[in-house]
């Protein structure tokens, strides 16, 4: 799918219940960065069934495409296989930047590069799913977001 506007999350849930974020989906003209693919991308390379599941978090506007679409679109003109092979090409840097952030990085220090880099998120997203994004606690949030005050 591809977003024009609105916000949408994806994330999985264990077998307990659990449920952890795994992406924020957005695009607007005040954020740096806009994750305009809304997919699992894991899904569509390996033709298994998605684990995600995705949530709307504000109305939002969206272009469905079919898989096969995209198939005969790359098939039809190299231009589009150059396009998927670079969407594919930022879906994996910003996926490695994120879990080297994550290995590397103190929450704080992985909540500030988030809030410097996706204001958006910082502001408009519960603090629930803001957190389990950033793999802390609501209560570990709230105590770094009170340390940055």
Not at 102 to 110: A, G
């Amino acid at each position: 799918m591809y977003l024009h506007s609105g916000l949408i999350r994806s994330f999985i849930i264990t077998d307990t219940g659990k449920e952890f974020t795994r992406q924020f989906y957005f695009n607007t003209n005040e954020s740096r960065i806009g994750n305009l693919l809304v997919t699992d991308f894991r899904s569509v390379l390996t033709k298994e069934p998605s684990t995600r599941a995705f949530e709307v978090l504000e109305d939002s506007e969206l272009h469905i495409f079919k898989q096969s679409t995209v198939t005969s679109f790359y098939a039809q003109n190299h231009a589009w296989e150059r396009v998927g092979r670079l969407l594919a090409q930022m879906a994996y840097v910003q996926m490695d930047e994120y879990y080297c952030r994550l290995l590397t990085h103190t929450p704080k220090e992985h909540y500030l590069k988030l809030k410097n880099k996706m204001p958006k998120l910082c502001e408009e997203v519960s603090q629930y799913h803001l957190a389990s994004f950033l793999g802390i606690t609501p209560v570990t949030l709230s105590r770094i977001k009170q340390s940055c005050d």
